[in-house]
T-cell receptor, first 113, second 116 residues
Framework: AQSVTQLDSQVPVFEEAPVELRCNYS??????LFWYVQYPNQGLQLLLKYLSGSTLVKGINGFEAEFNKSQTSFHLRKPSVHISDTAEYFC???????????FGPGTSLSVIP | EAGVVQSPRYKIIEKKQPVAFWCNPISGHNTLYWYRQNLGQGPELLIRYENEEAVDDSQLPKDRFSAERLKGVDSTLKIQPAELGDSAVYLC??????????????FGQGTRLTVV
């Protein structure tokens, strides 16, 4: 069965510093991978997704993620964070299609002025 | 274009009482999802509709939860009777095609349920 681990429940970072949010998954087959962001009192918004092809995926708001099959990881990065990036970030995986997406527990990113 | 609309945004009820949540998906989206998000956790799928048909309700606690999407547009999720452990945020999402990962699911703001 597939599962998602987000190693850090909370990540504080100073404004304009780089950040990496870690995500590891377990699956015995090929997967689709997603990162979602949830701002306070809002629904989830898709940041980026990996379906196939290039392992470096660029998303909205300056975020990017790299798929590493050998390490079963899909870490999210941003070279310089802003206050507005403060939110909850969810990594998700699907083995088949969009109807079987499994979400990780989330990482709370706090950007400190 | 309006996004996914959910109501109410917040609901506080006593245990053993019934409660209902409403969702209006994005116009033209055939697939509708209901998720439950417990505090500090990621969303978990409860049920997925393709038009008016529930194609995956394996995670829906059928003893107390029910859902409907009668005309293949808006949907209602009901809990009767509610238990303390049902306190969570209930998210609705919709997409053009549920089985195609190239499409995106759009989420509503959710309904935060507190059972006291």
């Amino acid at each position: 069965a597939q599962s998602v681990t987000q190693l850090d429940s909370q990540v504080p970072v100073f404004e304009e510093a780089p950040v990496e949010l870690r995500c590891n998954y377990s699956s015995s087959v090929s997967v689709y991978l997603f990162w979602y962001v949830q701002y306070p009192n809002q629904g989830l918004q898709l940041l980026l997704k990996y379906l196939s092809g290039s392992t470096l995926v660029k998303g909205i708001n300056g975020f990017e993620a790299e798929f590493n099959k050998s390490q079963t990881s899909f870490h999210l990065r941003k070279p310089s964070v802003h206050i507005s990036d403060t939110a909850e970030y969810f990594c998700a995986v699907s083995e088949t299609s969009y109807d079987k997406v499994i979400f990780g527990p989330g990482t709370s990113l706090s950007v400190i002025p | 274009e309006a996004g996914v609309v959910q109501s109410p945004r917040y609901k506080i009820i006593e245990k053993k009482q019934p409660v209902a949540f409403w969702c209006n998906p994005i116009s033209g989206h055939n697939t509708l999802y209901w998720y439950r998000q417990n505090l500090g956790q990621g969303p978990e799928l409860l049920i997925r509709y393709e038009n008016e048909e529930a194609v995956d309700d394996s995670q829906l606690p059928k003893d107390r939860f029910s859902a409907e999407r009668l005309k293949g547009v808006d949907s209602t999720l009901k809990i009767q009777p509610a238990e303390l452990g049902d306190s969570a945020v209930y998210l609705c999402a919709s997409s053009l095609e549920g089985t195609d990962p190239n499409t995106e699911a759009f989420f509503g703001q959710g309904t935060r349920l507190t059972v006291v």
